[in-house]
């Protein structure tokens, strides 16, 4: 059997400036999604006080 051409390097320990960058990434798409989930939330909560503002002023039209 011949060598292998497929070389794996060893894993290499992460400094701790790559580890904090890593946590504050995490923490960060944690927070988008959490705000994306909120405003989302808070727009159809609006909507549906919108729609029905609208159909009282339509109803006192007639």
């Known amino acids: 059997m011949g060598k292998s051409s497929n070389k794996i390097s060893p894993k290499t320990e992460k400094s701790a400036s790559e580890k904090l960058m890593e946590v504050l990434v995490v923490v ?3 927070l988008s999604a959490f705000m994306i989930a909120w405003v989302s939330w808070v727009a159809a ?12 002023s339509n109803n006192l039209d007639g």
């Open 28 to 30: 960060m798409l944690g």
């Open 45 to 56: 909560t609006h909507a549906g006080a919108q729609s029905l503002k609208f159909t009282t």
